[in-house]
């Protein structure tokens, strides 16, 4: 099926740790970010892409790494996993254009001890 | 810097009632706006959409919602509330051409029997 997949679905983490979490799209898109859900707070973007190649910084940027080094691949990186990392992680992807419809991953629960 | 505002944390409504929640929005330029549904440990569905003419936006499961420039709000209505339509709810706005969303702190919503 077409979509957005990320893996893995959970995740406990110790402190310091690192670990990827994986976004892939087979969908041809442009754009691809990650946001983290927190309760009370929606869902706030850490990393966004426009294209292979090129990513920026959302509101949310600290302690995380991602790259595009091809179109359908959007990893996020924790670099040294902090308990404040704690969250549940969606990526999206859609077409370039305002009116393409966004497509949402399933989301990762990760849980740092 | 534009910015999305659900200013009800938590709703409740006994089942059968009338619902509305609230939006609003904060940008300068024309706004893209959504809302999303999330049941309990499940991912992100789009329930509608606005981009553009008429200003009442119909969606899926009966819901709707209204574009009010002047009141820079765009709320979700629904007639006639059923319980399973208990979960969680995000207003969001598309942030220019970049595949972007910036999300409100989202409503969480429960049906009394």
């Known amino acids: 099926n077409a979509g957005v997949t990320q893996t893995p679905k959970f995740q406990v983490l110790k402190t310091g740790q690192s670990m990827t979490l994986q976004c892939a799209q087979d969908m041809n898109h442009e754009y691809m970010s990650w946001y983290r859900q927190d309760p009370g707070m929606g869902l706030r973007l850490i990393h966004y892409s426009v294209g292979a190649g090129i990513t920026d910084q959302g509101e949310v940027p600290n302690g995380y790494n991602v790259s595009r080094s091809t179109t359908e691949d959007f990893p996020l990186r924790l670099l040294s996993a902090a308990p404040s990392q704690t969250s549940v992680y969606f990526c999206?992807?859609?077409?370039?254009?305002?009116?393409?419809?966004?497509?949402f991953g399933e989301g990762s629960w990760l849980t740092v001890v | 810097a534009q910015s999305v505002t659900q200013p009800d944390i938590h709703i409740t409504v006994s089942e059968g009632a009338s619902l509305e929640l609230r939006c609003n929005y904060s940008y300068g330029a024309t706004p893209y706006l959504f809302w999303y549904v999330q049941s309990p440990g499940q991912g992100l569905q789009l329930l509608l959409k606005y981009f553009s003419g008429d200003t009442l936006v119909q969606g899926i499961k009966g819901f709707e919602a209204e574009f009010k420039r002047s009141q820079s709000s765009f709320n979700l209505r629904k007639p006639s509330v059923h319980w399973s339509d208990a979960a969680e709810y995000f207003c969001a706005a598309y942030h220019g051409n970049t595949g972007k969303l910036i999300f409100g702190q989202g409503t969480t919503l429960q049906v009394k029997p």
């Open positions: 999206a992807s859609s077409s370039k254009g305002l009116l393409n419809t966004i497509y």
